[in-house]
């Protein structure tokens, strides 16, 4: 089995999957180097750095109209954040990068395709070469029951997983009586973790010096910005205008401002625009709710230090325990976050902007901006209770069937042969 790998997690999690899948000796491990960091992650594998191959790279009109029909987070980046089309430069290149693509899979007879998000605009793209002459190819992300669960989808993940999409599949779900193993990442292995990364952030620099890297990059790295953010998870325990929880109040967890779920599947250009949207909708709530249930917003940890958000003098922002403040909210209102999952599993009324792999009705409340305020509404009545049942079974089948026990941090054969085995089943 030959196997190409793009960009991984900063992890070796994709690279020794990949060791583990080709266990003969005349399988090829190739890997696509973007960025010359994400080398430190992938050099058990040959690699590819396509920057180079791309120079002189020749496309036709059809590669141009695979970028130009493909939704991608750079394609969202600057139609939402930049409000612009593509440049020519952009869509040429891009172009030149599905050219190399398809003659590569078929050139090296690539069986299978790893890859970390599947909406960099490079893995986009890759999927749908894919497609053609249907390689398979398989997408991991950050698990939903952490640290002990990984996601790992063959058609894509959040919005676009495999997941079934009705309440009517999980209700007859036959529950198992199983408890996941504790894959907790040690104090010491974390900073294994973290001195790996800031190996990353020095290649990376090598890298653009270079010119190694792919000159369409998916986020910027900066030492500044990790070192701030590192020193305000580490030392910053509380933020806000107040610390103290309203007896009564509507929970909005905030979620990154470059996450894929703004930019692709999400109606909201940034993070600012979706709490001004929330706070304008609040303000046109009837004044016996606003009487009763203030707003509460928590901002992301990973962005503390590093973004700087203006909210309405009569919102808290709190930095309280998230699980304090899901387990009191009245409703938690999100894009489409972590946070609301866990709000789920609680049994608490979940209101769903974005498109979510959870967006399922009697699960949540799926709703959209112009019906927020009606949904809010509905909501806090007493009688519109979520189905506890159909979210437990629904939470099961996630937990045991489509999450694969392991941590891309830490994680040992029973991982690996787990995800072979979901492999060769579908």
Same mark, same amino acid.
């Given at each position: 089995?030959?196997?190409?790998?793009?960009?991984?997690?900063?992890?070796?999690?994709?690279?020794?999957?990949?060791?583990?899948?080709?266990?003969?000796?005349?399988?090829?491990?190739?890997?696509?180097?973007?960025?010359?960091?994400?080398?430190?992650?992938?050099?058990?594998?040959?690699?590819?750095?396509?920057?180079?191959?791309?120079?002189?790279?020749?496309?036709?009109?059809?590669?141009?109209?695979?970028?130009?029909?493909?939704?991608? @987070?750079?394609?969202?980046? !600057?139609?939402?954040?930049? #409000?612009? /089309?593509?440049?020519? =430069?952009?869509?040429? *290149?891009?172009?030149?990068?599905?050219?190399?693509?398809?003659?590569?899979?078929?050139?090296?007879?690539?069986?299978?395709?790893?890859?970390?998000?599947?909406?960099?605009?490079?893995?986009?793209?890759?999927?749908?070469?894919?497609?053609?002459?249907?390689?398979?190819?398989?997408?991991?992300?950050?698990?939903?029951?952490?640290?002990?669960?990984?996601?790992?989808?063959?058609?894509?993940?959040?919005?676009?997983?495999?997941?079934?999409?009705?309440?009517?599949?999980?209700?007859?779900?036959?529950?198992?009586?199983?408890?996941?193993?504790?894959?907790?990442?040690?104090?010491?292995?974390?900073?294994?973790?973290?001195?790996?990364?800031?190996?990353? @952030?020095?290649?990376?620099? !090598?890298?653009?010096?270079? #010119?190694? /890297?792919?000159?369409? =990059?998916?986020?910027? *790295?900066?030492?500044?910005?990790?070192?701030?953010?590192?020193?305000?998870?580490?030392?910053?325990?509380?933020?806000?205008?107040?610390?103290?929880?309203?007896?009564?109040?509507?929970?909005?967890?905030?979620?990154?401002?470059?996450?894929?779920?703004?930019?692709?599947?999400?109606?909201?250009?940034?993070?600012?625009?979706?709490?001004?949207?929330?706070?304008?909708?609040?303000?046109?709530?009837?004044?016996?709710?606003?009487?009763?249930?203030?707003?509460?917003?928590?901002?992301?940890?990973?962005?503390?230090?590093?973004?700087?958000?203006?909210?309405?003098?009569?919102?808290?922002?709190?930095?309280?325990?998230?699980?304090?403040?899901?387990?009191?909210?009245?409703?938690?209102?999100?894009?489409?976050?972590?946070?609301?999952?866990?709000?789920?599993?609680?049994?608490?009324?979940?209101?769903?902007?974005?498109?979510?792999?959870?967006?399922?009705?009697?699960?949540?409340?799926?709703?959209?901006?112009?019906?927020?305020?009606?949904?809010?509404?509905?909501?806090?009545?007493?009688?519109?209770?979520?189905?506890?049942?159909?979210?437990?079974?629904?939470?099961?089948?996630?937990?045991?069937?489509?999450?694969?026990?392991?941590?891309?941090?830490?994680?040992?054969?029973?991982?690996?042969?787990?995800?072979?085995?979901?492999?060769?089943?579908?």
């Amino acid at each position: 089995m030959n196997i190409l790998i793009l960009e991984p997690n900063y992890s070796n999690f994709e690279q020794d999957l990949a060791g583990y899948l080709a266990k003969e000796k005349k399988d090829k491990i190739y890997s696509f180097i973007f960025n010359l960091g994400l080398y430190a992650y992938l050099w058990k594998t040959q690699p590819i750095f396509v920057n180079k191959k791309l120079k002189y790279q020749i496309y036709d009109e059809q590669d141009k109209e695979f970028v130009l029909n493909t939704k991608t @987070l750079f394609s969202e980046q !600057i139609k939402k954040r930049e #409000k612009r /089309n593509f440049t020519e =430069q952009e869509i040429i *290149y891009q172009a030149k990068y599905v050219a190399f693509a398809k003659h590569f899979l078929k050139q090296h007879a690539i069986d299978f395709v790893v890859m970390h998000n599947d909406l960099r605009w490079q893995h986009a793209l890759t999927i749908q070469v894919c497609q053609l002459p249907n390689i398979r190819y398989l997408v991991t992300e950050f698990g939903v029951f952490r640290p002990s669960t990984i996601t790992v989808d063959f058609k894509g993940v959040n919005a676009y997983s495999s997941l079934p999409k009705t309440a009517n599949f999980y209700q007859h779900y036959e529950m198992p009586n199983e408890i996941l193993t504790d894959y907790s990442t040690s104090f010491f292995k974390q900073l294994w973790v973290y001195g790996k990364f800031g190996g990353f @952030l020095s290649l990376n620099l !090598i890298g653009q010096l270079f #010119k190694l /890297n792919v000159l369409l =990059q998916n986020k910027q *790295y900066s030492f500044l910005n990790y070192t701030k953010l590192f020193f305000s998870q580490t030392f910053t325990k509380t933020m806000g205008e107040s610390t103290k929880t309203p007896k009564k109040y509507l929970f909005v967890p905030l979620q990154v401002n470059t996450d894929t779920q703004i930019l692709v599947h999400s109606p909201f250009t940034d993070i600012q625009s979706f709490i001004t949207f929330v706070e304008n909708t609040y303000l046109k709530l009837p004044q016996t709710i606003q009487a009763e249930y203030r707003l509460v917003f928590k901002v992301h940890p990973m962005e503390l230090s590093v973004q700087h958000y203006q909210f309405h003098p009569n919102s808290l922002v709190l930095n309280s325990d998230t699980h304090a403040l899901i387990q009191d909210a009245a409703l938690v209102i999100t894009i489409n976050s972590t946070v609301g999952f866990e709000a789920l599993a609680l049994h608490k009324k979940v209101l769903v902007l974005g498109e979510a792999f959870y967006k399922i009705p009697q699960i949540c409340i799926c709703s959209q901006p112009n019906t927020l305020a009606e949904d809010i509404i509905n909501g806090l009545q007493t009688n519109n209770e979520p189905s506890s049942e159909i979210i437990d079974r629904f939470i099961a089948y996630l937990k045991y069937e489509y999450q694969i026990n392991g941590n891309v941090y830490n994680y040992d054969i029973c991982t690996l042969a787990a995800i072979k085995a979901k492999m060769f089943a579908d």
